[in-house]
């Protein structure tokens, strides 16, 4: 095993996801490259259709026929377990399923779908740790109320019992953040983690996941819509379209001053930057 | 107020919804009353924009149905000035008498997927509520319906196609076509541009204001996103659980807010300026102020 230290985290070169439909071949992502610093925080932004979503699907490989990645390489710099070109991986890979929730886990926007309805909350998070680390159930169990209480929801030893239909969203979101955390991935990919959520339960979830990133020290892949929490958590930005990376860098220097046409045209329509009409 | 002036469009006094929600201690334990909302008091001007903004739960979305008479208010007064002069209060209405009255009062729905019938044509979609009152047919129907799309920057060709062929900026055009087909004095746009991209997003809110000048529309605008607000209302109107906490300018409440959850929320919503930090404390400035607020009704309970 090479030693990874000095590399990045994460090198994505070039990467092609295509879908083929019967409108034809879509280029979802087509040919973007970036890296990622262990501990850094970087925001893939665009709007619908602009290929950050399938992007990070991608890095997990999570992308379902009709869509496969057609090209490029997505270089995992893994201090755990070397170096790893995640393309080259089978889908039923052991591998492969040690870097999904071990190494790299990933949290969704809508945190009823990523739950089990009928399996209590406590269960499943103990379950990444039975698959991912050794230990016994009731170390597991022991673990899990910890992690419960540390993602800030009270009387973690009766959550541990609750279904996901027992929870609001916001907790719900604690959950997912639990489970994503518990295993301390190297990555962290946040796929619009707040959007379902309101302004005030927004704030505190991405509090925390700061701050859980600080204490694990992993890095942040954020996938949003929203250049304020790209402003407020993120290190660096890519901005999307059409499936393409059209600007990168610093967030202070894109945001501050962007060079590209598109990124000053989404900054512009931002409601709070736009002048009041009459 | 200018000898001229008619009073507001709509005046909206006390108004209430409560639902009675089962309790879990068994069939026999008694129901427990949520007031989705409570003692809501405001006025619309004609042309005025109001924001009525809050998170989920604090009871926007119900009082705008109460307004609009898809909920029947538990109490409180909903006076609306049709154009003849005459107030009718909608909270007691017949729905016989109310239904001449939906062609002053129309919505925007928030979801341009859901809410527009996947089986019908656009045409058959915007000339309908046209149908529904008796106001037009045949080819003045059509002449109304391309005349529309026009108006919201469609093409009156689309009226033959099918609301899939659309995107959601466009199936958002569409559901406006259909609110003002009826040439309505009042709008309630129930979160009319969250679902879309925020480039959409400033196309349709330009599309409504430019709208607003032409039709001499008054809107009711409920909305979660407070930026949205701040540039698209005259006034802004802050819920939480059931209550309006708040009422002001919109200038005013985004640059003076005086009300300590205005301020909390606002203080919440993340800058793309990345030196203006949000404020990432605010479960523990909503555990103070509840708190604080618990302590004077205790007080006030005590000198009673």
Redesign the interface.
């Known amino acids: 095993m090479e030693p990874t230290a000095d590399l990045p985290l994460l090198e994505v070169e070039d990467l092609r996801t295509t879908f083929t439909t019967d409108d034809g071949v879509v280029n979802a992502v087509d040919g973007v490259s970036f890296s990622l610093a262990r501990g850094r925080t970087l925001a893939l932004v665009g709007e619908s259709g602009s290929g950050k979503s399938a992007t990070a699907y991608s890095l997990l490989r999570l992308i379902q026929p009709p869509g496969r990645i057609t090209g490029g390489r997505i270089l995992l710099h893994s201090a755990r377990a070397g170096t790893i070109d995640l393309t080259q991986l089978s889908d039923h890979s052991d591998l492969l399923y040690k870097v999904r929730g071990g190494m790299i886990s990933m949290i969704f926007q809508e945190p009823m779908t990523a739950l089990s309805p009928v399996h209590s909350v406590g269960s499943q998070i103990a379950e990444a740790i039975l698959l991912h680390q050794h230990a016994t159930r009731a170390e597991a169990r022991q673990r899990t109320v910890d992690m419960l209480a540390r993602v800030g929801l009270s009387q973690p030893e009766q959550r541990y019992d609750q279904y996901p239909h027992e929870l609001s969203g916001g907790m719900r979101q604690r959950v997912i953040i639990a489970m994503a955390l518990v295993c301390r991935p190297e990555l962290l990919i946040a796929d619009e983690p707040t959007t379902a959520l309101d302004v005030t339960i927004q704030a505190q979830i991405l509090g925390l996941i700061r701050t859980l990133q600080r204490e694990i020290g992993c890095a942040v892949l954020l996938i949003t819509h929203d250049f304020g929490v790209v402003a407020q958590v993120a290190d660096d930005v890519a901005v999307m379209h059409h499936g393409r990376i059209v600007e990168r860098g610093p967030v202070r220097t894109v945001l501050k001053a962007p060079q590209h046409a598109y990124t000053r045209a989404l900054l512009d329509a931002l409601p709070s930057r736009r002048a009041r009409v009459a | 107020m200018t000898p001229t002036d008619p009073g507001p469009l709509l005046s909206v006094r006390g108004l209430a919804k409560h639902f009675s929600v089962p309790s879990r201690g068994g069939r026999l334990a008694p129901a427990s009353v949520v007031k989705a909302v409570d003692d809501v008091s405001f006025d619309l001007a004609p042309g005025e924009t109001l924001g009525l903004v809050g998170?989920?739960g604090s009871g926007k979305t119900t009082a705008a149905r109460c307004i609009l008479r898809a909920l029947v208010p538990t109490a409180g007064e909903v006076h609306y000035r049709l154009p003849d002069g005459r107030t009718v209060d909608l909270a007691v209405l017949s729905d016989r008498a109310l239904k001449p009255i939906r062609q002053h009062v129309q919505m925007v729905f928030q979801d341009p997927f859901s809410s527009l019938n996947p089986r019908m044509t656009v045409g058959a979609i915007v000339g309908e509520p046209l149908v529904i009152h008796g106001l037009a047919r045949g080819s003045e129907l059509d002449d109304r319906v391309a005349e529309i799309l026009r108006r919201v920057g469609l093409q009156p060709e689309h009226a033959r196609r099918y609301p899939h062929a659309f995107s959601?900026g466009q199936r958002q055009r569409i559901g406006i076509a259909r609110a003002l087909v009826m040439r309505p004095a009042l709008v309630v746009c129930d979160e009319a541009t969250s679902a879309l991209?925020?480039?959409?997003?400033?196309q349709v809110?330009?599309l409504l204001?430019e709208l607003q000048g032409e039709f001499r529309l008054t809107y009711l605008f409920v909305a979660?996103?407070?930026?949205?607000v701040?540039?698209?209302c005259d006034r802004v109107a802050v819920m939480r659980r059931g209550r309006i906490v708040e009422l002001a300018p919109a200038p005013q409440i985004f640059a003076a807010p005086q009300h300590p959850y205005t301020r909390?929320?606002l203080s919440?919503?993340?800058?793309?300026?990345?030196d203006v930090?949000?404020?990432?404390?605010?479960?523990e400035e909503?555990a103070r102020l509840d708190a604080a607020a618990a302590a004077v009704a205790a007080a006030a309970a005590v000198e009673s």
């Not at chain 2, 991209?197 to 400033?202: K, R, Y």
């Not at chain 2, 979660?224 to 949205?228: A, C, E, G, S, Y």
């Not at chain 2, 919440?268 to 990345?274: E, F, G, I, M, T």
């Open positions: 998170e989920s959601g991209d925020v480039s959409v997003q400033a809110l330009d204001k979660h996103n407070l930026d949205v701040r540039n698209f909390i929320l919440a919503v993340p800058s793309p300026d990345p930090p949000m404020n990432f404390q605010v479960a909503l």
